[in-house]
């Protein structure tokens, strides 16, 4: 599954237009929720993903196909006019580097401290509170903490904070050992 959110380079001029079009009408926080929720669906829909990523589906039918949803989820028109952009240009497949590249963006802007939390299974409510204190407590200031589920980690979390990793899933202490027990034989 294509869920990455790492910034590219063609995902953060697009982000940067983005940001300065919604910054400039108005709308920053509206096209922020946009993103929130296109994110969420790109999590939970293998056909989202589908639609934007495959070469086969020509960019005029993902345009119409992201312009449906744009408009079934009234999205604000800023959001649904990058959105028919980046099909047209080929670039949909580009649509997660722009979603984290409008969220860095608007994090500076706003001083807001984002934080992405990943683990091996859901968090209740409990364990998700327990990390946003701790992450207060780490990053001087209450974080914006978005989760979502890696099954791969097999246990543990992932917190990414800005460039920042902290690993601490099952996954890479087991890599790590193996690598420790390659160098001792």
Same mark, same amino acid.
Do not use: C
């Given at each position: 599954?294509?869920?990455?959110?790492?910034?590219?380079?063609?995902?953060?001029?697009?982000?940067?237009?983005?940001?300065?079009?919604?910054?400039?009408?108005?709308?920053?926080?509206?096209?922020?929720?946009?993103?929130?929720?296109?994110?969420?669906?790109?999590?939970?829909?293998a056909d989202?993903?589908?639609?934007?990523?495959?070469?086969?589906?020509?960019?005029?039918?993902?345009?119409?196909?992201?312009?449906?949803? #744009?408009?079934?989820?009234?999205?604000?028109? =800023? &959001? *649904?006019?990058?959105? /028919? @952009? %980046?099909?047209?240009?080929?670039?949909?497949?580009?649509?997660?580097?722009?979603?984290?590249?409008?969220?860095?963006?608007?994090?500076?802007?706003?001083?807001?401290?984002?934080a992405e939390?990943?683990s091996a299974?859901?968090?209740?409510?409990?364990?998700?509170?327990?990390?946003?204190?701790?992450?207060?407590? #780490?990053?001087?200031?209450?974080?914006?903490? =978005? &989760? *979502?589920?890696?099954? /791969? @980690? %097999?246990?543990?979390?992932?917190?990414?904070?800005?460039?920042?990793?902290?690993?601490?899933?099952?996954?890479?202490?087991?890599?790590?050992?193996?690598?420790?027990?390659?160098?001792?034989?």
């Amino acid at each position: 599954m294509a869920d990455d959110y790492r910034t590219t380079e063609v995902g953060g001029r697009y982000a940067q237009a983005l940001f300065d079009l919604a910054l400039e009408t108005g709308k920053l926080d509206a096209v922020r929720a946009d993103l929130n929720s296109l994110r969420t669906a790109w999590g939970e829909s293998a056909d989202l993903r589908r639609l934007a990523t495959s070469p086969v589906i020509s960019n005029d039918d993902k345009g119409r196909g992201l312009q449906a949803i #744009a408009a079934k989820a009234g999205f604000a028109d =800023t &959001t *649904r006019n990058v959105l /028919g @952009l %980046l099909a047209q240009n080929g670039r949909a497949r580009d649509l997660t580097a722009v979603i984290a590249g409008f969220d860095a963006l608007y994090a500076r802007h706003t001083g807001v401290v984002a934080a992405e939390v990943i683990s091996a299974a859901p968090l209740d409510a409990k364990q998700t509170a327990a990390i946003k204190t701790a992450l207060t407590q #780490a990053l001087g200031k209450t974080p914006e903490m =978005t &989760t *979502r589920v890696d099954a /791969g @980690l %097999l246990g543990g979390l992932k917190v990414k904070v800005g460039s920042r990793l902290f690993d601490a899933s099952l996954k890479t202490k087991l890599d790590q050992m193996k690598f420790a027990l390659k160098r001792a034989s």
